[in-house]
């Protein structure tokens, strides 16, 4: 049996490497993106904490500036940094 | 969903709800239920069940949860509906989950993770808190099997048809009020007889002691010192004997052993013409490899690969 290739196609994928699935606050999938956005990727990025969890960058904007005081990860209540 | 197709999906607090009321249908909880008003989706209607082991247990309590607009980034706000001892009825109650301490509050939390605490802060004292009481143990108990009888009158017609919905499906669910019932487990203790153990190892040694006793006596009646001693003597003349023995043997074989010199050899030269040396060269590389080809197929055919050949060439 002889196979000859005429021609080939290139399909790529790729996913967030993030430990959950989902965001904690919006409770959209990582590959999804946050309520406010249509689309994922550059425009609606993954933000880690120092704590290593992750979130919609507009999800943890918008938490981290309606506090008053400190902002605490939503997730482990450490006192939030973003990751360098 | 056909009530979906009326809220507004722009909004991320209608999604984050959304997403919560499925979260709900597709994983139900045996302890709780909940579900929000087809008209408002940020008011929703509950009922929990007691915690078990208290004396709120067989207990069905309603209340309502008022969704913020800006959830889950603020605290929803809840009221309890059924008298429990515990919280007042028709009042906004005080609770770190609650509106009272927005500080408190985590945007990862639920309405599931507010149900879930609320359960666990019926056995504990209210504290002089909002909305917090502190009845005795037998009144609790009281309201308990009386919250089981009817759901409580609340609101609009709507509000009222969610809430009966609830708790006939909370009565199916939830196992009926216990009876305070004491049982003693008395474990009896089985011990090993150890004077058994005792005396087993007692004859074990005894019967050692015999042995050796018996074993010295033979010794010393069989062998008598003039004997032993003409044995010793015997025994080291014998290995003198084996010794001598030995090193002529080896003499022997090392006299034997014949030495061969290497001889070297004159290697053979041959003259021929360069271009066709290499041409004959090429031709036997050529003929080897073919052979070679010839016989590897065959060794294929033999070992029964045969499709494996032809699919592969």
Known sequence: MKVKILQWHSVASWTWDAQDETCGICRMAFDGCCPDCKFPGDDCPLIWGSCNHAFHLHCILKWVNSQTSTPLCPMCRREWQFKG | MEATAKYNRGNPAVKRILQEVKEMQSNPSPDFMAMPLEEDIFEWQFAILGPRDSEFEGGIYHGRIQLPSDYPFKPPSFMLLTPSGRFEIQKKICLSISNYHPEHWQPSWSVRTALVALIAFMPTPGGGALGSLD???????????????????????????????????????APPVPQLLTNETNEETNQLPASDASDEHAHKAVGGVNTAGSNSDSV??????????????????????????????????RENIPRVAPTPQNPVVAIQKPKHDRLLTLAAFGLTLAIMALVIKKFFKINGLAGYIEGKF
């Open chain 2, 135 to 173: 009845f005795k143990k037998e009144d609790r108990r009281a309201l308990a099997i009386k919250s089981r009888e009817t759901p409580p009158k609340f609101g609009s017609a709507e509000r009222q048809k969610v809430i009966d919905e609830i708790h006939e499906q909370m009565l199916s669910r």
């Open chain 2, 220 to 253: 010393n009646n069989d062998l008598p010192r003039p004997d032993s001693e003409s044995e010793i003597v015997q025994h080291i003349v014998e290995g003198r004997t084996e010794g001598v023995s030995n090193h002529s043997r080896a003499n022997l074989s």
